[in-house]
Structures are given as structure tokens and as C-alpha cells.
């Protein structure tokens, strides 16, 4: 298994430009994640989803959009980036069942100039 | 809204010796499960250990424990026989256990420096 695995490992981007975080998990886990790291402030949960076709806002979700066609499959898309947004992105998952943890992806830093 | 909070934002201690790990939360669940993360230079961010809020004994993983005061609120860390591996950030966490609700709440995090 390859657990979380995230695209691209860094990113520079200019003010205003779009782009597409992808995440893809090979567990079969229904819940799927992202998260922002900022210095000081620990992870703050931007998106998650339950299952395919479900979606919800976390904490810091403007900015940003998500879709969820498929089980294994969690992008992230910025589409127009602003120098707020730089940030580490983590993408997570996880099984529904009891108090299974989280995996989380290598995360994506992301700079937007 | 839950928070959690850990004071200490940055920690040392001697290879070998024993150092402890503050975290509090704030909630009105009663059914919730809480985490410690470990996030290296790596980035990489680790399960250290977990713990179940209806569970009175206090959760452990071979050098790492945990003393979970469920009326405190508070769920503090122990690493024994402290290693050069074990520098790191650690992030304590907080899950309401509801199915469907799967919000990880985390702590700002503490930075742990092991002396050698």
C-alpha cells in the first residue's frame, strides 16, 4: 500500500493563478481531508469528505474548493491564489470505524507570490 | 467550539531523562477521542499515541504514555528514556466521536529539542 500520497511536493505560484492539489489514498477509507499549517497555528482542517459525493467546510474553507468522484481520490483546488495561501498543505484519511487514526499525506508546500 | 491548547511552545530535555507535554481541551462531549502527533523535520506527521474518552486507563505505547484527566481536561504526554529521534513537534488532537463528525481539531504544537 502506498497510503496518502500527494501531487505536487512543492509548488510556487503567482497572485491570481489556479491550481490543483491532488490526493489519493489506497486504503478504501470513506473520510478524506485537508488540512492548512501555518507557523504557530498548528493544522486547521480546510475540507473533508465522507464518502464519494459528500463534501463539508472545515475551519478555513474560503479560497478553496473540493470534489470527491471517487472513493481513493481527494483534489484540492485553489482557484485564484492569493499570498494568504501560502501555506503546508496536509491531505488525511481515514476509516469511519471506532477511533482509527488518521494518515496523513508528506503535504504540499506552497508558495504564492 | 472545541479548542485545544498546548502552553508550552517549546520543550528540551536531557537524552535519557523524562519530559512531559502539556495539553488541554475544551468540549461539552462526553464521547471524544484524543491524539498525540509527532511531526518531524521530515514533515511527515506520526501517530504517537491515542486515547478514548470512556476509557478510565491511561493509554501507552512502549516509551510514550499519557495521563488523561478527563475532568481536567487535560491529556499530557511522557516520553521516558528520551531519544535523539524523538525531536520533534507534537501536536495534541482532539476527534468528537460521532459518526460522520470527523473534525480533527489540533493544538499549536510544541517543539521538543533532546540534548544530547
Redesign the interface.
Known amino acids: 500500500n502506498a497510503g496518502v500520497t500527494q501531487t505536487p511536493k512543492f509548488q510556487v505560484l503567482k497572485t491570481g493563478q489556479s491550481m490543483t492539489l491532488q490526493c489519493a489514498q489506497d486504503m478504501n477509507h470513506e473520510y478524506m481531508s485537508w488540512y492548512r499549517q501555518d507557523p504557530g497555528m498548528g493544522l486547521r482542517l480546510i475540507h473533508y469528505s465522507v464518502g464519494a459525493g459528500i463534501t463539508d467546510q472545515g475551519e478555513v474553507p474560503n479560497g478553496y474548493n473540493v470534489s470527491r468522484s471517487t472513493t481513493e481520490d481527494f483534489p484540492l483546488r485553489l482557484l485564484s491564489a492569493a499570498p494568504s495561501q501560502t501555506s503546508v498543505y496536509f491531505c488525511a484519511s481515514r476509516g469511519l470505524a471506532g477511533a482509527g487514526e488518521q494518515f496523513f499525506g508528506p503535504g504540499t508546500r506552497l508558495t504564492v507570490l | 467550539a472545541q479548542t485545544?491548547t498546548q502552553s508550552q511552545?517549546e520543550m528540551s530535555v536531557q537524552e535519557a531523562e523524562t519530559v512531559t507535554l502539556s495539553c488541554t481541551y475544551d468540549t461539552s462531549e462526553s464521547d471524544y477521542?484524543l491524539?498525540w502527533y509527532k511531526q518531524p523535520p521530515?514533515?511527515?506527521?506520526i501517530?504517537v499515541i491515542?486515547q478514548?474518552a470512556y476509557k478510565q486507563q491511561n493509554a501507552t505505547e512502549n516509551r510514550f504514555s499519557v495521563n488523561f484527566q478527563k475532568a481536567a481536561k487535560s491529556f499530557s504526554l511522557k516520553i521516558s528514556d528520551s531519544q535523539l529521534g524523538d525531536a520533534a513537534m507534537y501536536?495534541c488532537?482532539y476527534r468528537i466521536?460521532n459518526?460522520?463528525n470527523?473534525?480533527?481539531?489540533?493544538?499549536?504544537?510544541t517543539r521538543l529539542t533532546i540534548i544530547p
Not at chain 2, 521530515?42 to 506527521?45: P, Y
Open positions: 485545544v511552545p477521542y491524539f521530515s514533515r511527515q506527521m501517530l491515542r478514548e501536536f488532537a466521536g459518526f460522520g470527523e473534525k480533527l481539531t489540533f493544538g499549536t504544537g
